[in-house]
């Protein structure tokens, strides 16, 4: 599978942004996926995941009740809406999937990654 992610830009502290990753190939709805963020001078984190099913999300400290992951399994799409942003949350946010699992719980379980988009709050 291919991903493509987007929606990121530059946005003041308190604002929402909606990133997308569109999928292209096959069996969409049987990858688990996740959004990983990685700042500068920081190692890449998990910021949230959801199960192929969507019954499992799972969603960091630092994000939680701000950030929430969905999918649209019809449109091979899965979003990040992420609101009252926070100028730490900078980053490059990079979507991932795994096929085998059907889950993404850490670094180590990500098959396919997309090409990152860039975030940036300014305060």
């Known amino acids: 599978v291919q991903l493509q992610a987007s929606g990121g830009g530059l946005v003041q502290a308190g604002d929402s942004l909606n990133l997308l990753c569109t999928a292209s190939g096959p069996a969409f709805s049987k990858y688990g996926l996740a959004w990983f963020r990685q700042a500068p001078g920081k190692n890449r984190e998990l910021v949230t995941s959801i199960s192929r099913n969507g019954a499992t999300k799972y969603h960091v400290d630092s994000v939680k009740g701000r950030f929430t992951i969905s999918r649209d399994n019809a449109k091979n799409t899965v979003y990040l809406q992420m609101n009252s942003l926070k100028p730490e949350d900078t980053a490059v946010y990079y979507c991932?999937?795994?096929?085998?699992?059907?889950?993404?719980?850490?670094?180590?379980?990500?098959?396919?990654w997309g090409q990152g988009t860039l975030v940036t709050v300014s305060s």
């Open positions: 991932a999937a795994n096929y085998r699992l059907g889950d993404v719980g850490r670094y180590s379980q990500v098959e396919y």
